[in-house]
């Protein structure tokens, strides 16, 4: 009998592709999407009509505890992506951060004691590690909080930790490396370079572009999140996806102006810069601590990654706003 699986944040970038996977592997799949008087699924309503019907749409707010607990019953497993991401944001609006990623966080916590739920897996973020005290960086990095984003995400872990320590919970917290492709909104850095090569402009706005990161597309980050969930090896562990590869953002940028229009140029523009103490100035991941505890390997290498979606973009820029700063 198909296992019952519960995506918070199945209607996002990361938990659309996850949802499809799982979908894929056979599970039943429950997604929790964000409630909204539009009745709007995100990503889910981009889905093909026949996968669509096989999923049950639970909408919700991942603050209410009450409607978590309810969208909790009858599912032996939670992977839970719902959550605030975008730093600049939180720069402005930390109470909304800490009121999503924490209370939401220990909304599902508590659901799952009480309904004695299979496994529980907590997305977490490279970018609790803020920048590199040594590399490649692995599961037992120094945490720092550089954003309000990334401080409420180790407290989310660290909530997390706790129930396994204190109640047994059989969680994994699962600290993805950055993800790109298909669906990724304009608020990341890669999507951002390719929809303004793409509307024709040929100065290009960044900020910073010296930081490097470590790169997953969102296929090989799915596949990692299931395969943690699916090895009895990963309770009470902490998890890396990494490519365990780096590049720097203007490395970046030159990789896809070449691909797109190799006459386009950089420009720094002054309000896209993280104050200085708050950019993460290198992110290369470990990725040794998935491989033992799962069969999980990359797939994807960036130069497929990146044409994958540079070709999906190109077929959905009606869903980007290109004249402005998404943050």
Known sequence: MAKTVLVTGADGFIGSHLTEMLLEKGYDVKAFTFYNSFNNWGWLDTLPEGKLSEINIFSGDIRDPNGVREAMRGVDMVFHLAALIAIPFSYHSPDSYVDTNIKGTLNILQAARELETEKIMITSTSEVYGTAQYVPIDEKHPFQGQSPYSATKIGADRLAESFYRSFELPVAIVRPF????????????????????????????????????????????????????????????????????????????????????????????EQRLRPDKSEVNRLLGSNNKIKQLTDWRPRYTLSRGLGETIEWISQNMNCYKTNIYNI
């Open 178 to 269: 950055n993800t790109y492709g298909p669906r990724q909104s304009a608020r990341a850095v890669i999507p951002t370079i390719i929809t303004q090569l793409l509307a024709g402009k040929t100065e290009i706005k960044l900020g910073a572009i010296t930081p490097t990161r470590d790169f997953n597309y969102v296929k090989d980050t799915a596949a990692g999140f299931i395969a943690i969930a699916e090895s009895d090896k990963t309770v009470g562990e902490e998890i890396n996806i990494a490519s365990q590869k780096e590049i720097s953002i203007g490395d970046l940028a030159d990789e896809i102006i070449k691909q797109i229009n190799p006459m386009a140029k950089i420009i720094c523009e």
